[in-house]
Nanobody, 123 residues
């Protein structure tokens, strides 16, 4: 059974940091591209950060220089380090796995999704 389980969300003041984790199971984790997405109330889900099989990373313009995506294949875990958080970063954050090559933020190319973890940033 495929599972992606996110954790690490919470409430933080603007300027603070959080690290999200996503533990994967039930599939060959190292063979998948991974991504973080988020959805704020009343808005569409958007891509935040992506990590391809070859290690190439991609970021939404709104988080460049503040967020860092990484993974530990030995632990089947994906991370999102979020620094200098802003109120506009408030959203439900999801991790996802794609068997496509270089899916970027094309959500239709992601095969598996987690349930999400809430991040709330107060001003």
């Amino acid at each position: 059974q495929v599972q992606l389980v996110e954790s690490g969300g919470g409430s933080v003041q603007a300027g603070g940091s959080l690290r999200l984790s996503c533990v994967a199971s039930g599939f060959t984790y190292s063979s998948y591209c991974m991504g973080w997405f988020r959805q704020a109330p009343g808005k569409e889900r958007e891509g935040v950060a992506g990590l391809d099989i070859d290690g190439r990373t991609s970021y939404a313009d709104s988080v460049k220089g503040r967020f860092t995506i990484s993974k530990d294949n030995a632990k089947n875990t994906l991370y999102l380090q979020m620094n200098s958080l802003k109120p506009e970063d408030t959203a439900m954050y999801y991790c996802a796995a794609s068997h496509s090559f270089y899916p970027a933020f094309r959500q239709s190319e992601y095969n598996y999704w987690g349930q999400g973890t809430q991040v709330t940033v107060s001003s």
